[in-house]
């Protein structure tokens, strides 16, 4: 009698094992890269877009090495552009006049490469201010200053073309809208500067004494 | 309706009996209704903070309710184990020994569900697991397997001994067959509790402290040391203060048990230490906590390292034939081990393995004077539920509560 | 918000025809598109109705105790009489992954009104679906945080954490160079100028994995992975176990110990039911990819809050997205990644 007890009671604890065994069998995917591969959608039967989030900027378009997507359009970011409202001459014309007087633009201090590389000319006209210049003297639009950056980072204009250096504005969604260069970095002084976290907290502090 | 009729009797005739007796066993009820008070009223300090009253954080987020409760599972699973020998074996010996053993399950069961209730953000919302009504995680959620099996097995422990009891009421013998299956089922269920709560722990990838394949066994082992230590200690107890006759082989047999777990413990412990202290590996580092420190933080070393000289001292005597036929020196030994394991299954396991966080970062963890006195409340009515069982078992058992018919 | 508010204190919970609608991750199940019963559903309209039966049996023990006088009673108020009302509502709803979109308005419904009378202030709280064809991810570019924490602090004012514990979704861990990343050598609570000559700067959130462990251990399935990779709390059906917070192996859980506190003129508005909205004592929360934005093609607040450029989310099953871009042209890693999580949180270097 005993032996058949213990049979029976170890058949109900089978049983019951293996009825409760996972039935569910959402992962097909052994992991996440395989999912995202098998469940990708061709760009234009996506739906959503994040155009409400980026109605009120100005925009221009960048089309470049198969790339397409928008930057924000920068000369109506500019106060005093054009400049030729006032560099109605060009640049040698503009001597100062007395010794110690100030300078137009003092306040812009140049720290981006060496000085052996590197001054106002290398990238503002000197006889066009309206436009800046590459290397090679062509000229290219304040609109499109990435052009400029890109003859030395090339490699992050790379990413940036990609995605993966720089910011996307407004929404995830498409239409992609990113910050160029200058959005970010200031020309003049492109590193980003050291400065205390916005918050400390002091809940971790006590928690861990 | 004749059961029903007799139930309806014990009940009565049991309360008779709980709310008579000496005057030491009133005092004893008063203390214990004394703190289970003190712990409502912390509780209900709990209810309007929230769990913010308790020691825990989001850093420690398990603490002594937890803990508490694994020991307990641990302690209702191994006072059944006493069941097998008793009624199969036909070890006359063990009968008296297994209704105690019973009767301390039913508590142990009731403290458990008790702290996790406690230990719960909105026990007002707790219907939410309630099969059917609510959304029951089954079988994905450990925590449902060990709703269900914790239920199951109060179930079937307050079952078995009350139609025991019902049966010699009446002055009937009762009938082997009806509760033999059940006295297996509940068996096999014992062990079923205590490695489904150890599964709780153990299937946690993000915790390497208890993410180990030795926990459940040694949940067992250490269970049938610390479970059969309470007994001994409560049959001595009950031998001093009633009339209820539990001959010294019955403690014996029982001390052999607990020896053997004690010994299969040490052994798992030494396993446990050498893996994490030969190579230590990244996953080390909550054991390096718990025994050594880290950083500066020690708050567990006196318990751990109290629990492990308890525990080896007292395996040590158990194993010497003629330091365990002593009872006096058994009782004591039986309280030291009860300690080490409550220390060491308790916040000993639950403790470290949030320490330190999965970032690395150490918070330490202690018990608030609401959450210690809740702990305490809890305990004092495991013990107040498990004096009413045993003092209205034990009279039916004596012959002193008999069915009466009345016409 | 119109004549049905009367039906807050009736008790009747009327079976709505069910719509096709379930947020949950589960692709294959009801979720598939088609109107086709399965047993999912079958079993959640039957606890619907026994839910409705319970409520209704607690209500007569409830009234008999004078414990809803309040709802019942005629000498207080309308409002009084709406809220607790609304409260009754509230307490014997279902859980929202089971719910159906109707079930899901009221509620919202509910719990915006349910505000108003509270505060006298309106909010704007939604319950959209995860969009087809979307799954979220997100990149993390440890080159280029600086550590400046403006990510936290959009993160809580985005969020409405707890202003009096310091609640906190996401910790920035301030590395030193050359020890790799050693986490238990990290600060994550650094105060001086950053970034901290010698060190790197790496960010964690919940990760929202894609076999998340969480959810496996939840009891009451309060959490679980949407269509769209979210992983979610329904904070008002979870009970406050702390299971999922033990099995989280990226501290990307937190717990309301007690109630959360913000303040009324910094409560972001616009919530979502299974995101900002304010919760209450004894619940988890955790990061959801600000639902309340992702989902209508916004960027997170902590994305947005960047000023390095360190973060980007996008839809992991569209090619010509950024983060698709970086997961095939960058060094990609993702952290502790034997345990079979599968996150959806990508490091890179530049």
Known sequence: MIQKIVVKTLIIVIGLFVISCKHSHENNYHTVTDKIEAKTVSPENLTITSKTFNENIKTVKFAEDGYEFLIPERKSQITSYNCTECHTQPI???????????????????AHAGVEIMN????????????????????IDFNYSYKLCSQCHQKEFKDWKG???????????????SNTCVNCHNPHKPAFEKRWPVRFNTQKVKERQ | MKTLKVFGNLIKDGFLEVTHGSKAYHVWMAVLSFIMLVGMYS????????????????RVSWGLYISNFTFLVGVAAAAVMLVLPAYVLKNIDFKQAVLIGEGLAVAALCMCLVFVIADMGGPARLWHMIPVIGVFNFPNSMLTWDVLVLNGYLFINITIPMYILIMRYQGKTPNPKIYIPGVFLSVFWAVGIHMVTAFLYQGLQARPFWNNALLGPRFLASAFAAGPALIIIVLAIIRKFTAFKIPDTTIKKISMIVTVAAQINLIMLVSELFKEFYAPTHHSISAVYLFF????????????????SLNVVATIVLTFHKLRSNLNILYVV?????????????????????IPGPWGKIAEYTPTLVEISVTLGIWAMGAFIFTILAKTGIAVELGQLVYKKKN | MNNDNKKWYSLNLKKSPKVDSCGCGNDSGSCSGEKTKDGYDQV????????????????????????????????????NKEKSGIEWEEYFKGNYKLMTDKEKEETVNRLTRSYELRTGEKINMTSKDAEKDVLFGYAFNISKCQGYMDCVNACVEENNQDRATEMQYIRIHEMEDGKGFNFEESDDNYYHEVPAEGHFYMGTQCFHCDN?????????????????????????????????????PYDGRRFNWKTPEVPEQEVNKKQHYLGNRLRKKGVMEKCTFCIQRSREGQNPACVEACPTGARTFGNLLDPKSNIRWILENKKVFRLKEDLGTEPKFWYYMD
């Open chain 2, 43 to 58: 509780y209900s300090i709990q209810l309007e903070e929230g769990l913010s009253a308790t020691g825990m954080t989001d």
């Open chain 3, 212 to 248: 998340p462990p969480c959810v496996e251990v939840c009891p009451v399935q309060a959490t679980w992975k949407e269509k769209d990779g979210i992983v979610v709390i329904d904070y008002d059906w979870c009970v406050g176990c702390r299971y999922c917070m033990a099995a989280c």
């Open chain 2, 293 to 308: 420190g880290l950083e500066g933080k020690t708050a567990l070393l006196p318990w751990i390292w109290t629990s492990i």
């Open chain 1, 92 to 110: 040698e014309k503009l001597k100062q006049n007395q010794v110690g007087e100030k300078a137009a633009h003092w306040n812009i201090k140049l």
């Open chain 3, 44 to 79: 959640m309209n039957v606890s619907m109705g026994r839910r409705a039966a319970f409520k209704k049996i607690t209500a007569g023990f409830l009234i008999g105790a004078g414990a809803v006088s309040s709802s019942c009673s005629v000498v207080s108020g309308d409002e």
């Open chain 1, 163 to 177: 995605g993966a250096h720089g910011k996307q504005l407004g929404g995830w969604a498409p239409p992609r809208l």
């Open chain 1, 120 to 139: 106002c000319a290398t990238c503002h006209s000197n006889g066009n201010m309206d436009n800046l210049h590459s290397l090679t003297n062509s000229e």
């Open chain 2, 334 to 354: 039986c309280g030291m081990l009860f300690i080490a394991i409550w220390i060491e299954k308790g916040f000993g396991l639950i403790v470290p393995g949030f």
